[in-house]
């Protein structure tokens, strides 16, 4: 996943064995994030979900960022090992690069069940020690922990970094909840969990319903937004790092030139995000 070294819109669907016109959530949010790993139907779809909510690449962005920032602030913390679950196409600054700018010896998982994810972190990755790629599907977590490769790589007996980021609101509650539980008795105390979450906001269910519509015909099925008593509820029993459950802008953001930003719309849709460390 090094930057330097990647392609520009070189997907191949008849090599990848998709389907062009079934739009993928990861190259959706490739599209969000400005890469040019996408088909047609995932720019129709995007664009369906932009024109609902005109601020969904900027809520990408922010999302992104906050990815940075705590892999940042955990590496910081003296965690050297990370999973990305539904990791997404390679783009810039991704977990391991900025993990190994702390310690070189840091260890990085992605896992993705979209081929096209597969196929890209894997030529990315050729040549990489410290990052490896593993299929995984969301829905069966206990197949990602179990995996060999993953195993070989990260040693579950020490504190990891499980990062579930722009993931859980394409899994139903039953899935959701399954896949936060299974994470945290995977994982050994001293361990973190780092959720980012659509949030609806205050528009009415209406709303709701549209944006699970534009996500109905991708490989996903849909989306599900949740506030944030169901995102703190995954955190219970753990120690929240401040500022708790918040939107992705507000958590630990950079200083900015001419003095802090004015506060964010907490009513507005956008996506939440926390991070947790299991006692």
Do not use: C
């Amino acid at each position: 996943m090094d930057d330097e070294k990647a392609p520009a819109a070189s997907l191949d669907p008849a090599a990848l064995g998709v389907d062009p016109d079934v739009p993928s959530v990861a190259r959706i949010y490739d599209y969000y994030l400005g890469g040019r790993e996408n088909f047609p139907s995932d720019r129709a779809k995007a664009q369906e979900m932009i024109r609902l909510a005109p601020g969904t690449m900027e809520a990408a962005r922010e999302n992104r960022a906050f990815l940075g920032r705590v892999v940042r602030t955990l590496a910081a913390e003296g965690v050297r090992q990370f999973i990305d679950i539904g990791a997404g196409l390679p783009t810039q600054e991704n977990v391991h690069q900025i993990a190994r700018r702390i310690d070189p010896a840091s260890r990085t998982v992605y896992v993705d069940f979209d081929p096209a994810v597969l196929v890209h972190a894997r030529a990315l990755l050729t040549g990489t020690d410290d990052a490896i790629v593993v299929e995984g599907d969301a829905r069966h977590p206990a197949a990602i922990f179990d995996d060999p490769a993953l195993r070989a790589h990260v040693d579950l007996t020490r504190p990891v970094a499980v990062l579930l980021i722009a993931l859980t609101h394409f899994l139903s509650d039953e899935h959701a909840d399954a896949l936060v539980g299974h994470v945290r008795r995977s994982v050994p105390s001293g361990s973190y969990m780092a959720i980012t979450q659509m949030f609806p906001g205050d528009h009415p269910p209406e709303y709701v319903k549209e944006a699970a519509a534009v996500y109905s015909g991708t490989n996903t099925g849909g989306v599900v937004g949740r506030g944030r008593a169901h995102i703190a509820s995954w955190f219970d029993g753990m120690e929240l790092l401040e500022p708790g459950v918040a939107r992705v802008e507000s958590w630990r953001p950079p200083a900015r030139e001419g003095g802090p930003a004015g506060e964010a719309d907490e009513g507005a849709p956008g996506i939440l995000g926390a991070v947790g460390r299991i006692p």
